[in-house]
């Protein structure tokens, strides 16, 4: 009886160390971008001004300049790509649209779905 004690605590020992040890290196690794949800232009500028000022050691004053910048850099570059998406919407519409040409029924009504996933994980990103 006192075998099946032991066999039993050190299984569960096991199993929970197990356990934490899954649950704290997902915490540890899961990427960055599921824990604080979407990014976008702006945050992007402020996590590329950090890596910037610990790269180059810059101090206080440099890090808010190098910011400034890189915030009007990025704010020029999110509305050129909005200027710039219209023509990539017929870019992508075009190209669907010839795809279809070369299926049947069935693989039409399956594209028309994976096209309305791809719109949506576009617009996820075009913030």
């Known amino acids: 009886m006192n075998v099946w004690k032991l066999v039993s605590g050190v299984a569960l020992l096991l199993l929970a160390g197990i356990l934490f040890g899954s649950v704290g290196t997902w915490l540890l690794v899961k990427p960055a971008h599921h824990m604080h949800g979407p990014k976008d232009f702006r945050n992007r500028t402020m996590e590329a001004t950090e890596r910037l000022s610990k790269s180059l050691d810059l101090n ?6 190098v910011g400034r910048i890189l915030e009007q850099m990025s704010q020029k570059l999110h509305e050129h790509f909005l200027k710039g998406k219209p023509e990539v919407d017929r870019i992508i519409d075009g190209s669907f649209s010839e795809i279809k040409n070369e299926l049947n029924d069935a693989q039409k009504k399956k594209l028309d779905t994976v096209r309305e996933q791809f719109r949506k994980h576009r617009r996820g990103h075009a913030r």
Request: net charge neutral; proline share 0%; aromatic share 0%.
């Open 60 to 65: 206080a004053e440099q890090k808010i300049a």
